[in-house]
């Protein structure tokens, strides 16, 4: 099956810095999905991006399909940003019609 | 953005005792659900999934006997745990997806704890 990475596994910032999360897949996917997971376990959807870049606020996350990578940016991060980061593809179909998750990227924000 | 409720979000259940845990679309309708369990401090591992009608799909190594999936509509799916011990004890999600698409909405989540 797609094996997703997620890179750093944790990072710690002081409040107002700006990150970048990187998620790379091994094969070929339909879709991309960036979620953040708040301190009581709801999955936020932040993106749902296969291909190019797009901007929400203070967040923003590439996918660049073709080298089989994306990249979710936070700018001006607040203490609320807090929490785990996933990235999440989906497979072309048949049995791999199911999103595979990435390990997570711990993120903290210190005021 | 589409809202998947669940309930409930924390539940507390003898050893040997069944517990369901729902799942349901409020504005569109689930063509699929997934459910997922996640333990500490890891990432959600896919159990199953189910298609409105039909018979769930449980991941390897997932007890099909063990955790019953029904999606008897288009906007419900329920997850129960029959005979729960406390290895069964974790946080359970469910997430569904609609209309031929491929974007997830996710519930809160229902944390188990069987005693």
């Known amino acids: 099956g797609i094996q997703v990475e997620q890179s750093p596994p944790d990072l710690i910032l002081q409040e107002g810095a700006n990150s970048t999360l990187r998620c790379n897949f091994s094969d070929s996917v339909n879709n991309l999905q960036w979620f953040h997971q708040n301190p009581w376990g709801q999955l936020i959807n932040l993106f749902y991006?296969?291909?190019g870049t797009k901007q929400n606020g203070r967040l923003s996350a590439t996918t660049v399909a073709t080298e089989r990578y994306s990249l979710l940016y936070i700018s001006s991060s607040q203490t609320t940003d807090s929490g785990v980061y996933f990235c999440a593809v989906w497979g072309s179909g048949g049995s791999n019609y199911k999103l595979t998750f990435g390990k997570g990227t711990l993120l903290t924000v210190n005021p | 953005g589409a809202v998947v409720s669940q309930h409930p979000s924390r539940v507390i259940c003898k050893s040997g005792t069944s517990v369901k845990i729902e799942c349901r679309s409020l504005d569109f309708q689930a063509t699929t659900m997934f459910w997922y369990r996640q333990f500490p401090k890891q990432s959600l591992m896919l159990m199953a999934t189910s298609n409105e009608g039909s018979k769930a799909t449980y991941e390897q190594g997932v007890e099909k006997d063990k955790f019953l999936i029904n999606h008897a509509s288009l906007t419900l799916s329920t997850l129960t745990v029959t005979s729960a011990h406390p290895e069964d004890s974790s946080f359970y999600i469910c997430?569904?997806?609609?209309?031929?698409?491929?974007?997830?909405?996710f519930g809160q989540g229902t944390r188990l704890t069987v005693v």
């Open positions: 997430s569904a997806v609609g209309g031929g698409g491929t974007e997830a909405f």
């Open positions: 991006i296969p291909s």
